[in-house]
């Protein structure tokens, strides 16, 4: 089993999705790392920008390709289609930055090796809004024990800004399966569904504050 599955849901994004896929390749092609491209009935050349690309990273990069079923439809195929032992999505106009990518890693593999079953890890993240100059992080230490294992009673209220999005989520694969997570298709904006249906099962939590970039 990987370590690691990183879905990535596209719809015409030829613009950006090679950007994105830049960023989740390991350094050196960590073996117990997939990417899941899911070409969600692209019109561009999506579809043969993503299958380039993994022709060029063939133990790492998956393509397939669907009928258009939207972001939800989408991220469905790739958690049905995921080898890892966590799941991450990350969206086709977004990227990690290397540093902290690397460090989730290290925590991921961790939590395997000592075999900790934490069931949900969660990172900050970076909104960089087009056309805007400022970037604005979003951060869970004031909410949130950093660095270690815990469970929802440590969790404290959070502020309006720090609401809980994709971006921040990394799930044991497991836990998703489990909780029977099946999102609306050709539905904008399935972010809550995807972080609190599956948490409702989630017993050990993580936070290890990394930052990932994203627009």
Known sequence: MKTLSLVVPSYNAQDYLLRCLKSLVPDGEAA???V???DDGSTDSTAAAAEQFA?????TV???RQANAGHGGAINTGVAHARGEYLKVVDSDDWLDRGAYAALL???RASIRQRREVDLFVTNYVYEKVGRKRRAAVR???VMPLGRDFGWEEVQRF???QYLLMHALTYRTEVLRRAGLTLPRHTFYVDNLFAFVPSR????CATSMLTSTGT
Do not use: F
């Open 32 to 34: 117990d790392v997939e």
């Open 36 to 38: 899941i491209v899911i």
């Open 55 to 59: 022709a060029h990273h063939p133990e």
């Open 62 to 64: 998956r393509v397939i």
């Open 106 to 108: 290290d925590e991921l």
């Open 140 to 142: 869970y230490g004031s």
């Open 159 to 161: 502020r309006p800004w």
């Open 201 to 204: 099962t989630c017993g050990a």
